[in-house]
């Protein structure tokens, strides 16, 4: 049934290919042209404000958003926060580990 619905939805939309079943899974897809190219092109798109987010992103980014790009993105602030972001851990790990 599903499937049904998601192959009658693109069957007169423009797209490149499809829809037609998936090899790997057996999965109705298609291939469409992006909007977007680049992560820079959608972040600087005020496309962006219309995706759901926390207020608070929303209001920073519509307050300051600088986007860098290639060697310009990377500085000591950056490598700091993805630290930080990726090595997440309970206070139980952090305590088992020492």
């Known amino acids: 049934m599903n499937a049904g619905k998601f192959r009658d939805k693109y069957l007169d939309r423009e797209v490149f290919s499809g829809p037609f079943i998936n090899g790997g899974d057996g999965r109705y897809a298609v291939e469409m042209q992006r909007k977007w190219l680049t992560v820079a092109d ?57």
């Open 42 to 98: 959608l972040l600087q798109s005020d496309d962006l404000f219309t995706a759901k987010m926390g207020k608070h992103v929303m209001k920073s980014m519509k307050k300051d958003r600088e986007i860098k790009t290639g060697t310009n993105c990377w500085d000591e602030a950056v490598r700091d926060f993805l630290g930080a972001f990726f090595w997440k851990t309970s206070s139980a790990v952090t305590r088992k580990r020492a």
